[in-house]
């Protein structure tokens, strides 16, 4: 029973910050590689960060660049996704995903909307 839930989305002013969660059960999320996506209205799914096991990052988008931080805290089973200044075009579902690095196999959480407004 793995499990990947989302929160800490909602509706956020242009220029705000917010910090999205993401708790697994059912893994050990130490020894995966955690990975945020979103999904923008309309548009494709697109990768957003990677954490590895030994907390290496990569931003895969560059316009978030210098205004999102990924990091994990594996005593509480956590991956967060931290985006400041934000702006309209961040509004998406964001999605958390757990692959472990020896398996092809990716778990997905449900996705959680975050709203930025103009």
């Known amino acids: 029973q793995v499990q990947l839930v989302e929160s800490g989305g909602g509706l956020v002013q242009r220029g705000g910050s917010l910090r999205l969660s993401c708790v697994a059960s059912g893994l050990a999320m130490n020894s995966y590689v955690m990975r945020w996506f979103r999904q923008a209205p309309g548009q494709e799914r697109e990768w957003v960060a990677t954490?590895?096991?030994?907390?290496?990052?990569?931003i895969g988008t560059a316009a978030m660049k210098g205004r999102a931080v990924i990091s994990r805290d594996n005593t509480k089973n956590t991956v967060y996704l931290q985006i400041k200044n934000l702006e309209p075009e961040d509004t998406a579902i964001y999605f958390c995903?757990?692959?472990?690095?020896?398996?092809?196999?990716?778990?997905w959480g449900k996705g959680i909307m975050v709203t930025v407004s103009a």
């Open positions: 995903a757990a692959a472990a690095a020896s398996g092809d196999t990716v778990y």
């Open positions: 954490i590895n096991p030994d907390e290496g990052t990569r």
